[in-house]
């Protein structure tokens, strides 16, 4: 148990809870709010997060990315707690439960959602396998931009209200910088094995001197997005200015992330992912504090 509770990587799945949290709360005042749709899209999110976490841990090692130099935390295929064969069984069986679960969002929200799960699917399967790996590509980043951010988000947001506004696209945005953030600290961190691997991810691509400026760009611009939502009209006071609370965090981490290298960026990894949660929680608690006011 202790081995596939290490291969699901429980302080990744804030990534795909915050996002769905947001575009979920965003429309808690409409009439057809439904709870069992934000529970199912949050359970089908969860899914389709271990999912990827299986892939990347199942394919980084039969790619041979994965060996013994490795200074990220425990990866169970490549160390030999967990067969490769049972990895990757785990991870269809995750895709095949996220698609039945999935089901139902696409019977209720229709085709656009349809378009969206196959979508997120071939994301889980291509991040890290396949002819053409994002990751490997560069593509990580804007990956977790895309699926984790604005799929979540807007997606989310249009199972419930049955379109989309400026608001859902602005919160998507910030919320998939920040999970781009995760995705940088954890490919800095691993620049010396990817090159070794020839795995050309863009922390490989730029320097680790050009990863750490972007990285503060990543966790400082969704509170840009939010200020310039709230000067546009899209964004209510109260949200923004909890969730500006957690600029503090965003600011430690950013000085953390330029100081250390190597190992020492894991417990930034597990940080920036608490990051979206407490930037995601705090945005929603306004929401609903607009709500009652």
């Given at each position: 148990?202790?081995?596939?509770?290490?291969?699901?990587?429980?302080?990744?799945?804030?990534?795909?809870?915050?996002?769905?949290?947001?575009?979920?709360?965003?429309?808690?005042?409409?009439?057809?709010?439904?709870?069992?749709?934000?529970?199912?899209?949050?359970?089908c999110g969860?899914?389709?997060?271990?999912?990827?976490?299986?892939?990347?841990?199942?394919?980084?090692?039969?790619?041979?990315?994965?060996?013994?130099?490795?200074?990220?935390?425990?990866?169970?295929?490549?160390?030999?707690?967990?067969?490769?064969?049972?990895?990757?069984?785990?991870?269809?069986?995750?895709?095949?439960?996220?698609?039945?679960?999935?089901?139902?969002?696409?019977?209720?929200?229709?085709?656009?959602?349809?378009?969206?799960?196959?979508?997120?699917?071939?994301?889980?399967?291509?991040?890290?396998?396949?002819?053409?790996?994002?990751?490997?590509?560069?593509?990580?980043?804007?990956?977790?931009?895309?699926?984790?951010?604005?799929?979540?988000?807007?997606?989310?947001?249009?199972?419930?209200?049955?379109?989309?506004?400026?608001?859902?696209?602005?919160?998507?945005?910030?919320?998939?910088?920040?999970?781009?953030?995760?995705?940088?600290?954890?490919?800095?961190?691993?620049i010396q094995?990817?090159?070794?691997?020839?795995?050309?991810?863009?922390?490989?691509r730029i320097?680790?001197?050009?990863?750490?400026?972007?990285?503060?760009?990543?966790?400082?611009?969704?509170?840009?997005?939010?200020?310039?939502?709230?000067?546009?009209?899209?964004?209510?006071?109260?949200?923004?200015?909890?969730?500006?609370?957690?600029?503090?965090?965003?600011?430690?981490?950013?000085?953390?992330?330029?100081?250390?290298?190597?190992?020492?960026?894991?417990?930034?990894?597990?940080?920036?992912?608490?990051?979206?949660?407490?930037?995601?929680?705090?945005?929603?608690?306004?929401?609903?504090?607009?709500?009652?006011?």
């Amino acid at each position: 148990m202790q081995s596939w509770i290490l291969a699901i990587r429980p302080r990744t799945l804030p990534a795909a809870i915050g996002p769905l949290l947001i575009g979920n709360m965003l429309t808690i005042e409409l009439e057809q709010f439904s709870w069992l749709i934000a529970a199912v899209s949050m359970l089908c999110g969860i899914l389709l997060q271990i999912s990827v976490n299986l892939a990347n841990d199942y394919f980084d090692f039969k790619n041979g990315i994965d060996t013994d130099e490795r200074v990220g935390p425990v990866r169970v295929t490549q160390s030999g707690m967990l067969p490769a064969k049972a990895v990757r069984n785990a991870m269809f069986l995750c895709l095949l439960a996220a698609l039945v679960v999935g089901s139902y969002l696409i019977w209720h929200g229709g085709w656009p959602i349809a378009v969206l799960a196959a979508a997120s699917i071939l994301g889980a399967l291509c991040y890290s396998g396949g002819p053409y790996p994002l990751a490997s590509h560069g593509l990580g980043e804007v990956a977790a931009f895309v699926f984790f951010g604005l799929v979540a988000v807007v997606g989310s947001y249009y199972l419930q209200a049955g379109n989309t506004n400026l608001t859902a696209w602005l919160l998507g945005s910030a919320i998939g910088f920040f999970n781009s953030a995760i995705m940088l600290v954890n490919n800095t961190r691993d620049i010396q094995t990817d090159t070794k691997a020839g795995k050309n991810t863009l922390a490989v691509r730029i320097g680790e001197a050009q990863a750490k400026v972007l990285y503060q760009s990543f966790v400082y611009l969704p509170f840009w997005i939010i200020i310039g939502g709230f000067l546009l009209g899209a964004l209510e006071g109260w949200p923004v200015m909890l969730a500006g609370l957690s600029l503090v965090l965003a600011r430690n981490l950013s000085k953390a992330f330029h100081n250390n290298t190597g190992e020492a960026l894991n417990p930034i990894l597990g940080q920036t992912a608490k990051l979206t949660m407490i930037f995601s929680v705090l945005f929603s608690t306004g929401l609903l504090i607009g709500l009652v006011n």
